[in-house]
Structure formats: C-alpha cells, structure tokens
C-alpha cells in the first residue's frame, strides 16, 4: 500500500543514482500539504486501478469489442474502441461524463469559488483537476489546498519569459503557447527521474509532478503571450496566493476587475477540460505520452492539434464568422438574413464553425453550460454577439440538417465559448485557442498520469497501403 509519503520516499531511494537524487530534490523543493493530499489521493487509487486492469486483461483480452471494418480504416476511426481513457466517457446522446457526473452535476457537486471564500459561483477547475486525477469530489479544504499549491507553482522561469519575448508578434498565439510549454520540459521531473533510472512503477510519480507545474504554469504563459501580442495586462504575471488559478488567470489578462468574466473562466476551464481520449488534442498527448515522452513534450504536441480549425481553433473561427456576419448585415440581423448566411457558407464549400462533432449526436451539453451562464448575468443577456449565438443555436440546425451532410447539426462548445470573453472585452480572437490550451491539460495531462500508473504501453497501431488493404480484401 503506497503511502502518504511514498512518493518522495521513492524519488530519495538510498539505491537510486545520484542524478536521480538531485532530480527527487528538485522534483521535492514544492512542499505543501494540499501536494502531499493530492499526492495521496491519486495513490490511494493506484492498487485497485492496477488490479482492474490486470483484471481485465487476464479475463477479457481476447473479448471483441466490435470488427474493425475498412471503413474505420478509411475514416478517421470513428467510434473504433481501441484507447484506455480513464477521466471521462462521451456518451452521443447525453454527452460527456466526468467519472460518471455529467456537468450539471459537477456544477452541483464540486467545490466552487464561494465554498473557498472568493467571489463568484462557479465549480473551481481545481475540483474538476481533483476529480479528474482521483475519480472523487474533494472536499473543499482538498480543493483549497491544490489551489493554493498551483499558484505556488505559477512562477515562470525566467528563460521562458525570454523565450516568448523573443517571439515576433505576428506568430500565432498557439504556435508561441506549444513552443513555451515544450521548452518548459528543461525542467521536468520525469525526464530526470527517468535518465536517473527511476522504476517503471514509479514513473506516475513525476508524472503528476510535473502535469501540476505545467497547469499551474499555463496561465502565466498564455498571459505572457497576451500582453506582448496584443499589450493587455500588465505584463509580470504575478500570482496572488489568495486567488484561486482562474481568478489570478483573469487578473494576469488584465481583467480582474470582470467578476463576471472570473467566474466564465472557471466554468470554461472546468468543461473544457477533459472529453474522453478520442479527440485530436487528448489522443495526442496520449499517443506522444506512450514514448515516455515527458508532459512539457506530450502536452507541446496536443496543442498543435488543438491549433487546427477542425479542432480547437474553431472557437476563433465562430467569432470571425459571427463578424462577418454582423459585417454584412448589422448587429441585429434577421433571421433570414442568418440563415442565407449559413447557406452562403455552406454553398462556398467552407464549414460552419461551433456546429456538428465527431461523436456528438445532440447539443453539447458543454454549450448548454456556457450558454446557461449567460443567462444568468444581466451583462451578457444584452449583449449582441451572446443574442446572436443563441439565435444562431436555433437557427442553424435547421439549415445543417437540410443541407444534409453533417451528422450532428447542433452545437459544440466552440459555438458558444467566445462570445462571453468577446462582450466582456478580450475580444482578440486569435487568442480564443490557447484560453482552450490552457483548458485541456486538466484532462490531459491526469491521463498521462493513468497511463504511467497503469503501465500502459507505446500505441502503435497497424496501418495499411491502400495495396495491401486489396490484396488483404481479395484473400
Ligand atoms: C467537428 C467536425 C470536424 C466533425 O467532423 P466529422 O466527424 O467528419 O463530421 P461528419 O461525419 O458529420 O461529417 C460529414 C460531412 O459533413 C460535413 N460537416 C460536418 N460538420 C459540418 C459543419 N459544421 N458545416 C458544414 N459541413 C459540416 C463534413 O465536412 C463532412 O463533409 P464531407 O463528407 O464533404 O467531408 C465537423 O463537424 C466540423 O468540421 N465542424 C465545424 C468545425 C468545428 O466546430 N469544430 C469543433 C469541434 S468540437
């Protein structure tokens, strides 16, 4: 039974090399009691997870879980099982689940910023990392105390901060974000812990110590980005250790004083994180995860997936489109007005952002949180561009559904994401993706964090030439 302290005790091992040491020593300088909780929590798990998975294995390996078809082959492998995702489960028709809460229950259950004493509502995504990384709700002294550990983890070193600066302006902000996080893997704990020779059953550990730097340390990278692309906060990035992560995150954008806006950055953060393994971003950092890779290096690769158009970038794309259209016709269009706009962008060939998914078979119950949401502050009921994506969200499925080729014609998240940051003056767009990037390494990276606990070997699928599929067909 690993114990509360096991995991420092095994990065000190007497029979460990002396680099690897020196890695415990520095994987060991951040000592807080909500680390060692979290810590403890996820060991806590360790054994009955082992044991479910060799359970599995010794009584199901052979068990089908469908046939692999040429279409699965040739189409993105859509609905094929083949991925180990612990987190969360996407159901087509009720969507995702985070250990089996959907996200009105999250809402409901998890400690949110007025349980720990800060202004504001919404679930902390602190709780949600929690919940993610152990399968329980933690209490509010549990999420308290992890929130108060990342910020102590928030400090960036200041070779990064240089790095960015370097950055010309024009680079787009999620090309700057995966090119800082991977230079982040200077100091990771797994890369030492691993070159030091640590054991295969103990890789978790670094692991989580690393997965909690990089989530601690986003925000002040995405903020850095910020202020010297488009020159909004104050540029040092400092963290208060009252704050919760998205409180500081807000206040490092230079929107602190926007309680409203605080408290969207904690429902964003908390619903974008985690939507099972099969999407771009979370198959990715899985899939470069599997090579040992270490998190900085994993999550670096994820986010150039979650930079492309079909994936994360569509949430900028919504609201280009949404100012195209206003472009067009006013801020207070018709609804034919919207709908021949639809079909205009139907009819060029392009797709509509926000609408359709790869799994999805109903609006996205992610959508309808962030939509809520604006339903409850009178700021963003007036605004024009929230009134226009709910319009939208009625109007469009209509049109996708005669237009007759995508599967889901409802919303996703993106539809919805942006307007609130647009009404509540971060209206920079190009900037949409990484608030996402800064979101998805909360179901990530805890991933990465099961793979190491569960041993879990490097992916390596089998791929086939469109020759060998026929002569394979023809036997
Ligand atoms: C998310 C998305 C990539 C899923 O793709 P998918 O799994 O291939 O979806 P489908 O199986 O329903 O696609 C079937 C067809 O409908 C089209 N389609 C899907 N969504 C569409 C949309 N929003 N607008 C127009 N056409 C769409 C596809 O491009 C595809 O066309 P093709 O056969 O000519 O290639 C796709 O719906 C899309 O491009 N949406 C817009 C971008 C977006 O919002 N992305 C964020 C996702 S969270």
Redesign the pocket.
């Known amino acids: 039974m690993l114990t509360l302290t096991i995991p420092r005790v095994a990065l000190r091992s007497a029979t460990a090399p002396r680099q690897f040491a020196a890695a415990a020593a520095a994987a060991s300088t951040v000592r807080f009691a909500s680390t060692k909780t979290l810590t403890e929590a996820v060991s806590e798990t360790v054994p009955a997870k082992r044991e479910q998975l060799a359970k599995l294995k010794a009584e199901h390996a052979e068990t089908k879980l469908g046939d692999s078809t040429v279409g699965h082959l040739l189409?993105?492998m859509?609905g094929l099982k083949c991925m180990l995702w612990e987190g969360s489960v996407l159901d087509a028709e009720s969507g995702i689940t985070f250990h089996g809460k959907s996200i009105p229950q999250c809402q409901k259950e998890l400690p949110s910023a007025k349980d720990i004493g800060r202004p504001g509502k919404e679930m902390l995504p602190e709780s949600m990392l929690w919940l993610l990384l152990t399968g329980k709700v933690p209490t509010v002294e549990e999420a308290k105390g992890l929130s108060q550990d990342l910020v102590s983890r928030a400090k960036l070193p200041n070779y990064i901060e240089k790095l960015i600066d370097t950055f010309p302006k024009s680079l787009h902000p999620m090309t700057q974000f995966s090119t800082a996080v991977a230079a982040l893997n200077h100091d990771s704990k797994f890369a030492a812990a691993y070159n030091a020779g640590v054991k295969k059953t103990e890789f978790w550990q670094p692991t989580l110590e690393d997965s909690l730097d990089l989530i601690a340390r986003l925000p002040a990278v995405a903020a850095r980005i910020y202020y010297n692309v488009f020159g909004k906060g104050d540029g040092k990035q400092n963290v208060d250790p009252s704050m919760d992560l998205a409180e500081n995150f807000t206040h490092m954008l230079g929107y602190g004083d926007k309680e409203g806006l605080v408290d969207y950055m904690r429902l964003y953060i908390s619903v974008h994180g985690d939507?099972e393994g099969g999407?771009v971003s979370a198959h990715t950092a899985h899939l470069v995860g599997s090579a040992l890779s270490d998190p900085y290096l994993a999550y670096s690769a994820a986010l150039n997936g979650l930079a492309g158009?079909?994936?994360?970038?569509?949430?900028q794309?919504?609201l280009n489109w949404i100012l195209e259209l206003e472009k067009e016709v006013g801020s207070d269009p018709s609804d034919q007005q919207i709908i021949d706009s639809l079909w205009s962008?139907?009819k060029s060939g392009?797709?509509?952002?926000?609408?359709?998914?790869?799994?999805?078979r109903q609006p996205?119950p992610r959508f309808t949180a962030l939509s809520g949401y604006c339903d409850t502050r009178p700021e963003l009921q007036k605004s024009p561009t929230v009134k226009l994506v709910q319009r939208l969200s009625h109007l469009?499925p209509p049109v996708?559904t005669e237009?007759g080729?995508?599967?889901?014609?409802f919303p996703?998240?993106?539809?919805g994401s942006g307007a609130p940051l647009y009404t509540y003056g971060l209206d920079e767009f190009k900037f949409y993706t990484v608030l996402f990037g800064v979101s998805r390494a909360f179901g990530a990276l805890p991933q990465l964090v099961y793979d190491r606990m569960l041993g879990l070997p490097i992916e390596r699928p089998k791929s086939l030439s469109m020759d060998a599929l026929e002569a394979l067909l023809k036997k």
């Open positions: 189409g993105g859509r939507h999407n158009p079909l994936h994360g970038l569509a949430n794309e919504v962008t139907l392009r797709v509509v952002p926000g609408y359709g998914h790869a799994v999805l996205d469009a996708l237009h080729k995508t599967k889901n014609p996703n998240v993106d539809a």
